[in-house]
């Protein structure tokens, strides 16, 4: 190829390289684009002792290079940060791994009535006051009455074995959300 089309391939590439090291730093791609970094470290070196005596193609090339040069750095300071344990990502990652392995193993320990409808009844509570809503017609037992009261509706309608309930606000008031549980 001639020398525009060259740096034309050469700063699709290059785009194209950053956005898979960024896929591959969140995650979606599960391996570094090493054969694209070569290919594109190849059409550098390249052109490295060519004189290019079109100074548009010239800082072109050269703009790409540092380009390049950059990213490159910052792929090995992340990598880097990734094989020592200390990317944010990744620990935000595990730590939300972890919570969620403990949430799940408390629902099997917690999957009683009582509990649920008490800590809807507490949320509940807060929301109200949070909203400046009086709380004194409330009770434990006019919640739990109202989840048992829409529970086989709403089972019926979605099909599904179990609700879950959580208390969202809507409009400045608060509202207990039924949420279906499939599995």
């Known amino acids: 190829m001639a020398l525009p089309e060259d740096i034309a391939q050469l700063e699709k ?3 194209d390289l950053i956005i898979r090291y960024e896929q591959y730093f969140c995650g979606i791609e599960k391996r570094e684009p090493l ?17 290019i005596t079109n100074s548009m193609y010239k800082f072109k090339y050269n703009s790409l290079v540092a380009s390049l040069a950059v990213h490159r ?20 990652k595990m730590s939300l791994h972890q919570r969620e392995g403990t ?3 408390s629902r ?22 949070a909203c400046n809503l009086p709380v004194e017609h409330l009770s434990q037992e006019k919640i739990a009455a109202a989840i048992e009261r829409q529970k086989p509706a709403i089972m019926e309608k979605y099909r599904c074995r179990d609700i879950e309930f959580a ?5 400045g ?3 207990l959300k039924a949420r279906p549980v499939r599995s």
């Open 13 to 15: 590439d290059l785009r």
């Open 35 to 51: 054969l694209l970094l070569e290919a594109v470290e190849r059409t550098c070196r390249h052109y490295q002792n060519v004189n």
């Open 73 to 92: 750095q910052k792929w090995s300071r992340i990598n880097r940060l990734i094989e020592e344990g200390k990317y944010n990502r990744d620990r935000f």
């Open 103 to 105: 949430e799940k193993a």
């Open 108 to 129: 099997k320990h917690e999957h009683s009535p009582g509990a649920s409808v008490d800590k809807i009844y507490q949320d509940y509570l807060a929301a109200c006051a």
């Open 167 to 171: 208390v969202i606000v809507e409009g």
């Open 173 to 175: 008031k608060p509202r």
